[in-house]
């Protein structure tokens, strides 16, 4: 059977805006994405491995998944997968700054301290579904302010969404204990996410905060059993990684790019947090040789 498929294209660029579509098998995700947009990926029937970065969680079906753009995932899978699929360009709708709107930014994406997926319950299935069918007859149909009803949709569908993996998650629930200190962590996170190519130091995240490097250290220990400086280090080589096995740059422009003038400095960075020089890195799981995520 033929996957349905509806899409629309930005008309200034030509580039993917938003597309829906269903599938079958496992050739769309059995090998690694790194997309320019957003994805929602609800598997519907089947299991495996996800893997996500340099993480790997395993999942049942009615799994949501999503995923940032330039996320690297794959799925690994023995049996067939089914399920439906949402992609949306940040120019169409950019979560980070609707964050307001739909708080799904550090819940659902741009999250690399928690799983990428969420179990879709009965009543969140149902709610999704009426979601979809609602998409795709307006994408079907031209009309009068089609865009807004569109994003109406998505952010519905988001909110729903970030609410079932908040209540998920313990740790989510714990944190929304607290009014002040999810807060604050939201915003570290959003903050690590949006600086760490400039930011390495734990003292800038708290200036940016306006709270004192000894309270945001406490709140950080707590919450992540990581010190702030271990957060800000790991986004770091994670994108160094990312940069390392997925492109042909040379070390010294990627630790540019990464803030760092010194490429020997960047280089034993490195070795200290991934246990293996950038450059051992690249030769060893790098372009063409098979990738990192490969089983």
């Not at 200034?12 to 957003?38: P, T």
């Not at 306006?210 to 957060?231: D, E, G, Q, R, V």
């Amino acid at each position: 059977m033929n996957p349905s498929v509806f899409t629309l294209v930005n008309p200034q660029n030509g580039n993917l805006a938003f597309k829906i579509f269903s599938f079958e098998g496992n050739c769309a995700f059995d090998h690694i994405q790194r997309n320019n947009y957003y994805s929602l990926i609800w598997i519907t029937k089947g299991s495996g491995k996800v893997k996500a970065d340099f993480s790997e969680y395993d999942f049942s079906e009615n799994s949501l998944f999503a995923f940032s753009p330039y996320q690297p995932f794959m799925f690994a899978t023995v049996e067939n997968l089914e399920g439906i699929v949402i992609q949306f360009h940040p120019d169409f709708y950019c979560i980070h700054m609707h964050q307001k709107e739909v708080a799904c930014n550090g819940v659902l994406f741009n999250n690399i301290y928690e799983p990428p997926h969420t179990q879709v319950d009965e009543v969140s299935a149902s709610t999704f579904k009426m979601l979809l069918e609602q998409m795709k007859t307006e994408m079907q149909n031209q009309a009068l302010a089609q865009y807004e009803l569109l994003v109406s949709y998505l952010k519905i569908f988001l909110i729903t969404a970030s609410r079932l993996k908040t209540e998920q998650q313990p740790e989510a629930k714990r944190a929304m204990a607290d009014l002040k200190e999810p807060f604050i962590l939201q915003n570290l996170k959003d903050s690590i996410e949006k600086d760490f190519k400039t930011k390495h130091s734990a003292s800038d995240y708290a200036d940016a905060l306006n709270i004192s490097p000894k309270a945001l250290a406490k709140i950080t220990k707590t919450h992540f059993n990581k010190t702030l400086t271990a957060l800000i280090s790991e986004r770091i080589v994670i994108e160094a990684k990312r940069e390392l096995y997925l492109t042909n740059k040379s070390v010294k422009e990627i630790a540019y790019e990464l803030g760092y003038d010194d490429e020997h400095y960047f280089s034993r960075f490195f070795k200290t947090n991934a246990d293996v020089s950038p450059q051992m890195y690249r030769e060893t799981v790098g372009v063409g040789k098979g990738i990192a995520f490969q089983n």
